[in-house]
């Protein structure tokens, strides 16, 4: 078994939160919200980068269109893989990398609807620039990645407008709780093993949604369902490479 250490130095505020996620069960759709230079597509790349090579499970990305994916999503998962230094674990092929432990990466394009009836396999979904998307292939990717405990849709966009699905249809039919957006003591120097400071793990704002009432459709009787939405809300002050980490030491602000 392969056990590597990575410095704290690699990853912006948003990861931890976005790992964190990742591994509680009860969540079903994590929802990383955020402006221009966020750091969103970078921390969730890495996490799901760590998430395969720890052998967690496969992954599936799409945008709506395919041709976009080349000169974006996919090249920066192949930056990360050379910053994390997985590169040798890990074997990019067209529209696919996949690790040697079995697990793997594949990317896609929903513009054929077709591609949404091969979604089998994969315990998470990341949809891309998610508001390029329709309100029916989130309804039909949720369809799909069923039948197993601990399967995820991670949701990457800019706000764009009052009228996106992603608000109407899903965050303002939910009722919220605050939750901390930062997490001391959870986040640590790999070296020391101390906690590092707040600033190393605060995002602009976090939430779940509440737990609901929902029916059972096979008992017929009203159970309570737990909390299974999470939003992260960043900014580009989140973004050590936008404004410089908080000792000044590393990042780089622009």
């Not at 959870?186 to 704002?205: D, F, H, Q």
Request: with cysteine; proline share 4%.
């Amino acid at each position: 078994m392969i056990e590597m250490v990575f410095s704290h130095k690699l990853f912006n505020p948003l990861f931890w939160h976005i790992r964190k996620a990742m591994h509680d069960k009860n969540i079903r759709y994590i929802i990383n919200r955020g402006g221009s230079s966020s750091g969103k597509s970078v921390s969730t790349t890495q996490a799901v980068l760590l998430s395969v090579f720890s052998c967690e499970g496969s992954a599936l990305v799409v945008r709506k269109v395919g041709a976009s994916l080349r000169n974006t999503v996919y090249e920066e998962f192949k930056t990360q893989l050379k910053a994390l230094q997985l590169s040798q674990f890990f074997v990019p092929k067209e529209n696919n990398i996949t690790c040697v432990n079995g697990c793997k990466i594949d990317f896609t394009g929903l513009d054929d609807p077709e591609k949404i009836k091969s979604i089998t396999g994969y315990r998470w979904i990341v949809m891309e620039e998610a508001t390029e998307f329709e309100y029916e292939d989130f309804t039909q990717i949720r369809f799909r990645l069923r039948g197993k405990e601990g399967l995820q849709i991670i949701c990457n966009f800019n706000p764009v407008s009052e009228d996106s699905w992603i608000k109407t249809k899903i965050l303002d039919t939910y009722e919220w709780d605050d939750l901390p957006n930062e997490l001391y003591g959870e986040v640590k120097n790999p070296l020391t093993k101390s906690s590092l400071p707040k600033a190393y793990s605060t995002i602009l704002g976090k939430r779940g949604c509440k737990p609901r009432m929902i029916a059972n459709e096979r008992t017929g009787k009203m159970e309570k369902y737990p909390s299974d939405t999470i939003e992260l809300h960043s900014s580009y002050k989140n973004n050590f490479w936008v404004v410089g980490s908080p000792d000044g030491k590393y990042g780089y602000y622009d």
